[in-house]
């Protein structure tokens, strides 16, 4: 199996590799990291706007993420797991009015490193309109559709990554998908 299955099999593979870095397999464990090194990092600069900060984030949840994975119960629910660590190692990174603003910030940056989509039968043209479209949501509305619908996350995971209740999570959604149906029909209709 490589690192790049289907999101079932990458499941699997990390509760295997989780379960086996809890043995002290330290292969496993530079295994796990490298396989969510490139995503946490991603997340931390959606939510810190720059690179360093994110950086050290995502380093400092490491710590963290390694230290507890004896006490993460399910080791298939590691994703949901490593993405709110990494989110609280973010807002204590910034504090205060700082955090806020850091986090408007890198959120308005959001659609510039979601991944890009896979080629399909859709024109180029909107794979653009659509990640314009993202960029204009509001903060709170960007990182539950990038956990959501570009992380493949579920509303609970995506809840558990973002620190609020699920029901918070499917609210946003919802109008963050309103929102770009409008932006998107409106651009068509131009």
């Known amino acids: 199996m490589t690192d790049d299955a289907a999101p079932k099999d990458d499941r699997a593979l990390d509760a295997r590799l989780v379960l086996s870095a809890r043995l002290g397999d330290r292969a ?20 810190l706007g720059e690179a360093e900060p994110a950086r050290d984030a995502v380093q400092s949840a490491w710590v963290e993420i390694v230290r ?16 709110r660590i990494v989110t609280l190692r973010c807002a204590a990174t910034s504090g205060g009015r700082r955090r806020d603003r850091a986090l408007a910030a890198g959120l308005t940056r959001e659609a510039d490193l979601m991944p890009e989509p896979p080629p399909g039968p859709e024109p180029v043209d909107d794979h653009a309109r659509l990640r314009a479209a993202v960029r204009t949501l509001p903060p709170d509305q960007r990182a539950p559709i990038a956990l959501f619908h570009f992380e493949g996350l579920s509303v609970a995971e995506t809840a558990v990554a973002l620190d609020v209740p699920a029901g918070t999570v499917k609210t946003r959604l919802m109008h963050a998908r309103r929102k770009l149906k409008a932006a998107l029909e409106g651009h068509r209709n131009d």
Request: hydrophobic fraction near 45%; charge should be positive.
């Open 68 to 83: 507890g994975l004896d006490r993460l119960r399910d080791p298939a629910a590691f994703p949901a797991w490593a993405y």
């Open 28 to 47: 496993a464990l530079e295994r796990l990291v490298r396989r969510w090194q490139p995503r946490l990092t991603a997340h931390a600069r959606r939510l």
